[in-house]
């Protein structure tokens, strides 16, 4: 069988040495800023996407705040490759290092989850990660700009534009840098996952190029297409995680952002900085997608393993009834008190009333019937049902009814189970001891 993650994965170092560590970091947040003046840009030198923002902060993040040097190191050089002279090129490389060190530092103190499975997570990446974690270097790289020129000119529009850019690279090129791992990897390809997975990425990219019209010049129209891709993305990231829908995500707006450059979508005007402006909005909204299922699907998950934990330690099972279908699922709990690991007498109601005692079998069934009945919404029964090793459990079920139809008609049961075996015996021995006791004072 066809096996991609394994690959992937071996692509992951488990150990590195700290000085080829800060090589790697230093070679890619210089190629990210490099990289950066060939994008779109909102100014005469200011790119859409800042990669150096949010390549530096994943680094720090993943190999450790010891990283710091590979990202002052490739700012220097970065900015010495863009003019700046010696002293101020220390100054902005401080900066650089300095924002996204900071950033991490309290990333990592207040414990962000890097699966952005929790609000709190969320928000923390947004607001100390991408918003303030590029205070520090964007103000930095504006104010030592604007000193060289006219800083009262300069600095009121040249800083909003960079801090921009480095939140859209944090955004956009740290998220999925930072989720990358080897369990995110095996959620996204793992097996034969990887087929729907890269499809519905590559009809996502897809959807996003046909809605900026890169074959027609100038078409301006809105396209409906162009609200597609969040929906996919919301789709992707419920089935793969963060990573791949990132990666999507910076996929499709690195390709808007050319498109927009060359006159294509709906957002071209007669000012390129404008025309970006708006994409940064469109882009903003697709980068935000990721971010906000995988936390809402993690907090759902953590609450549903709560209250799965809950009943658990309270010794009670759950189980649900399908009407259509007569499906009837045991929960894990359930089936451990019956001695099963799983369900494998079947899932029917008749597999189940198969399980119950025959002397039980009416109290049971009258249980069940009395549900139909359009008034009611509970009832209540207490049964004994074989386990897997033969012996008999008493239990006591409770049912509510959790669905009906438009027309009264039951459609789905909750039924919640407690194991009362040593509460029912103590009271057969109860009952035994009474009447040996009524029939000595009888005799």
Known sequence: MLNIPQFLIRLLPSSMPWARRILWVGLACYAGGRSG??????????????????????ALLRWGLSMWPGVGMAAFFVALAGGASSSTALAMAAASAGGPLLAAWILQRAGLHRTIDRFFDLWLFCAVGAAAGTLLTTTSDALWVALSTDPLVVLPTDWPRRWLSGVAGVMLVGLPLTTLSRESLRLSFAQWRWVPNLLLSVITIACGLLAFDLTNRGGTELSPLIFVPHVLLCWLTLRSGVFLASSTT??????????????????????????????GGYVGTISAIP?????????????????????????????EWQISDQAVTLSPRWLWMLG??????????????????HEDLLEFEQALSKLHVTDCKFSDARFRMQCRDGSWKWFQVHATVAERSGGGELVRVILTARDITEQRTAEDRYQLSAKLFEHLQEG
């Open 37 to 58: 003046l060939s994008l779109p840009k909102l100014g005469s030198q200011i790119s859409l996407i800042g990669p150096a923002a949010g390549i530096a902060l994943a």
């Open 250 to 279: 910076l996929v499709l707006a690195v390709s808007a952002a050319l498109a927009t450059q060359h006159g294509h979508g709906p957002f071209v005007g007669s000012d390129i900085s404008n025309s970006l402006a708006l994409l």
């Open 291 to 319: 971010l906000l299922v995988s936390a809402l699907a993690g907090e759902l998950t953590a609450r549903a393993e709560r209250w799965q934990a809950a009943l658990d330690h309270s010794n009670i099972g759950v189980a």
């Open 340 to 357: 099963y690991e799983t369900q494998s007498f079947g899932f029917s109601l008749e597999a189940v009333r198969s399980r119950v005692h």
